[in-house]
């Protein structure tokens, strides 16, 4: 939080957020209270209810179940395991990942990210010693865990992951293609490949039938269509391919390899592992990385759509503990190896599905592991009837869609689609841990070849000013190649640098800085910019040391130490630090923006956005919204104010009321919305505040008393807020999304902004143009401590924070 941010207030607000947390309901239950502060969703939150779950969490529940089931079943086959691992480890993973993981959200169980791993290690060391594989995995987690290396494991690139889970999800289709056809799988995706022709020789008709039932349920139930089809879609497309495939099946008589749960008597149970043991470190190290990598990856993914969600139960569900949570897998995986389960992981499929039927505490993941458990034991019966070829049609579909576009797409705009095709690629032949370490292979490879390869150009423009563009990385590699680009430059030329790249060693630094020095004793001017230009600038420059259009870290202005006075010592250093501001846009921000600049002259402004926010220094609207010239219509005036119509409400009980108060709104921000409505015919008006707010704080008493001055006659704007907090208007303050308010003023800070957008609509230019649909309305609040934008949802009026987006990549220019 920001150092400004004023200590919480003393009071009955106080007082009532308090009472607010220890309210009957939001206390854990005593059978869990080991999972920590995650699980206290265990309880319904309506006060003197004894339903011990939220509603919410049940209807989950049932739906996570409902999905898990067969999927289980299906995974536990295309791995070779009994079938009974797959029922064991999702009922594990229910109830030993959800109680103990750190992800509250987060359903874990039998995954296809691991398929290949497990089905490779039962045909090489048998079933039993594979199930104490696990467990030994497990404690490698746990470990793992408390070494708290969980957000490390992140570091992996995304084209790694993607391309381990498109070679898995490759394999397994290809080798359960054969199940559907009606054949068994070969021992290697290379076999099974050549062995699919004689196969599609000799199809068995029964199996493909069921299998194309399955296949096109899955497809099309997620698109029925009318009242009916959204009546059906409640059911997972899963659970009704299972089951229509099922009772087809029973209908048509056909005799098909069908599901074989034998006594749980005979199950069978881990032994103590013997063979190579470097064969089995491997092993070992091999299901401790996928499962962790995916386990984590996941609870990120959770997280995000939690966080992200809209209309959820007013419940709030604590952020993701990745150390937590690599533990409770850990855990799981123990348990399940020693019961003779299935490895564990966080499953995404499962756990969007519990996200999305909102649930709000760990209760889902865990009702959702008892309901398989009774399943386990109760529907033996039903499960029996299941064509085995139903199963593998079902894995084939999820190891399709493991091959994912829209993860395709975003490594090939991130240019990585070398190390994402090594990686699918080697996993296909060689083996997950083979594909992984191929991937990182080249992947290290691929970011050498950034480093040191560096594209560099230079251009005459049409006013005569010289162009540089730099691409990549300047290290000393690169240091010839840059000196002769520039010698290119005539003397006394303008000369514009662009540095498209995040790092410049100190070699390519004082070549860079002594082509600038010298450039400008011979009467020539350059300017240099881009995501690496702040290093070009000299530490004993002028006065001002900071740079404009220049990423903002460590920006820090040099100060006058004299004291300020108008005519005195300290007015000389404030101008020539103005001064040498000045001189720093006209040599290095003019060149670049001076033809833009001139077409707005000459054209005029029509900015597309009136931006109406706080006189605050630290807000900095052009920074936060990555704005230029001509982008935004600017209105900043104290407090964010917009004056009603009809001038300010009167003095009420507990403000600084009193003599002098104006009678009618003010003219200078009506006169701006008027000119930007009608005149610019901006499309949007967003209101912004921001946190720590100083009108805020002077509506709220805790800054000096002002109410006979011009500043405290402007502040009466600001009374209908402070009465929409206290409760006056009978109106919900407005909240931010996934936590409390700070303290008081920030609560005052969100309400404000929503009362002004009110006082906004009611302006006669604004409800014209909201009438017709013309414009709209947006709510903004930006915590200065934080950087972090928040925009406000007016429906539930919950202020939502930005996530970040990836830039585009610059495009290359062709080598022609």
Wanted: proline fraction near 6%; charge should be neutral; glycine fraction near 10%.
């Amino acid at each position: 939080m920001s150092a400004c941010s004023p200590t919480p207030l003393e009071g009955p607000s106080a007082a009532h957020r308090s009472a607010r947390t220890q309210a009957p309901g939001l206390t854990e239950p005593n059978s869990v209270s080991s999972a920590r502060s995650s699980s206290a969703g265990f309880r319904d939150r309506r006060p003197g209810s004894r339903f011990p779950v939220h509603p919410a969490d049940l209807s989950a529940s049932i739906t996570v179940f409902l999905i898990a089931l067969p999927l289980s079943l299906g995974i536990a086959l295309a791995t070779g395991a009994p079938l009974q691992a797959g029922l064991v480890a999702a009922a594990v993973g229910g109830i030993v990942a959800g109680l103990l993981g750190g992800t509250p959200l987060q359903v874990s169980g039998p995954a296809a990210g691991l398929t290949l791993v497990t089905a490779d290690l039962i045909h090489q060391y048998g079933w039993r010693i594979t199930c104490a594989l696990t467990v030994i995995a497990g404690v490698s987690q746990v470990a793992l865990g408390w070494a708290r290396v969980a957000r490390s494991a992140l570091a992996v690139s995304p084209a790694i992951v993607h391309g381990m889970l498109a070679g898995i999800g490759a394999t397994i289709a290809l080798a359960q293609l054969h199940v559907v056809l009606g054949d068994s799988p070969q021992s290697s995706a290379i076999a099974n490949a050549m062995a699919l022709p004689g196969q599609l020789m000799d199809l068995h008709p029964g199996a493909l039938s069921v299998s194309v039932i399955t296949v096109a349920t899955l497809l099309l139930w997620p698109r029925l269509p009318g009242k009916g089809g959204r009546l059906l879609r409640k059911a997972p497309a899963a659970l009704a391919a299972v089951a229509l495939a099922t009772a087809c099946s029973v209908v048509a008589g056909l005799h098909l390899p069908q599901v074989e749960l034998p006594s749980w008597r005979s199950h069978a149970l881990p032994e103590a592992p013997h063979g190579p043991v470097l064969g089995m470190i491997a092993a070992v190290l091999t299901i401790t990385l996928v499962a962790s990598v995916e386990s984590l990856l996941s609870a990120v993914a959770v997280d995000k759509m939690t966080a992200a969600r809209k209309n959820a139960p007013d419940v709030r569900v604590p952020r993701a503990d990745l150390d937590r949570e690599l533990r409770g897998q850990g855990t799981a995986n123990v348990v399940s190896g020693l019961l003779g389960g299935l490895p564990i992981t966080g499953v995404a499929v499962r756990s969007t599905a519990n996200v999305r039927a909102g649930a709000v505490s760990r209760a889902s993941s865990v009702m959702h592991g008892v309901w398989v458990l009774l399943a386990a034991g109760l529907l033996v019966g039903v499960l029996e009837l299941i064509p085995l070829a139903v199963l593998a049609a079902l894995v084939m579909v999820v190891g399709v869609q493991m091959v994912n576009l829209t993860h395709i797409r975003s490594v090939r705009r991130h240019r990585e689609v070398l190390v994402y095709a090594a990686t699918t690629t080697a996993v296909v032949l060689f083996g997950v841990l083979e594909g992984v370490a191929m991937g990182i292979a080249v992947a290290v490879a691929v970011a050498l070849h950034r480093l040191a390869h560096t594209r560099i150009t230079v251009e005459e423009r049409e006013d005569g000013a010289y162009r540089v563009l730099v691409r990549g990385q300047l290290t000393f590699l690169a240091v010839p190649r840059l000196s002769r680009i520039l010698s290119q430059v005539p003397d006394g030329a303008c000369a514009v640098v662009e540095l498209h790249g995040s790092f410049m060693d100190h070699a390519a630094y004082e070549a860079l800085q002594g082509w600038q020095d010298a450039h400008t004793a011979h009467g020539g001017a350059v300017g240099i910019s881009g995501r690496g230009s702040r290093i070009a600038e000299p530490a004993s420059a002028a006065v001002h040391s900071c740079r404009p259009w220049t990423p903002w870290r460590n920006h820090a202005c040099t100060q006058p130490s004299a004291a300020t006075g108008f005519g005195g010592v300290g007015s000389r250093e404030g101008n020539r630090q103005l001064a040498s501001g000045l001189s720093a846009f006209q040599r290095n921000t003019a060149p670049l923006v001076r033809e833009e600049l001139a077409r707005l002259a000459r054209e005029g402004q029509r900015p597309s956005q009136l931006f109406l926010t706080c006189a605050d220094s630290r807000l900095v609207t052009s920074m936060i919204t990555s704005s230029g010239p001509g982008d935004l219509f600017t209105v900043r005036n104290v407090g964010n104010l917009v004056p009603p119509s009809a001038g300010p409400p009167a003095a009420g009980p507990g403000t600084n009321g009193g003599p002098g108060a104006v009678e009618n709104g003010d003219d200078s921000v009506a006169a701006a919305i008027e000119f930007a409505v009608d005149v610019l015919e901006v499309r949007s008006i967003t209101v912004c505040g921001h946190s720590g707010c100083g009108a805020m704080k002077a509506l709220l008493g805790v800054m000096p008393d002002n109410r006979d001055t011009s500043l405290g006659r402007w502040l009466r704007h600001g009374l209908p807020s402070l009465e929409r907090l206290t409760g006056q208007r009978g109106q919900p303050a407005p909240r931010i999304e996934g936590r409390e308010a700070t303290d008081r003023v920030e609560e005052l800070c969100l309400t404000n902004v929503v009362q002004q957008l009110e006082h906004l609509a009611a302006h006669e230019s604004v409800a014209h143009r909201l009438a017709d649909g013309s414009l709209e309305l947006h709510g903004m609040y930006f915590h200065v401590g934080e950087a972090q934008a928040y925009l406000l949802d007016e429906n539930a009026e919950v202020f939502a924070p930005v996530a970040p987006t990836q830039p585009e990549p610059a495009e290359e220019p062709d080598p022609a």
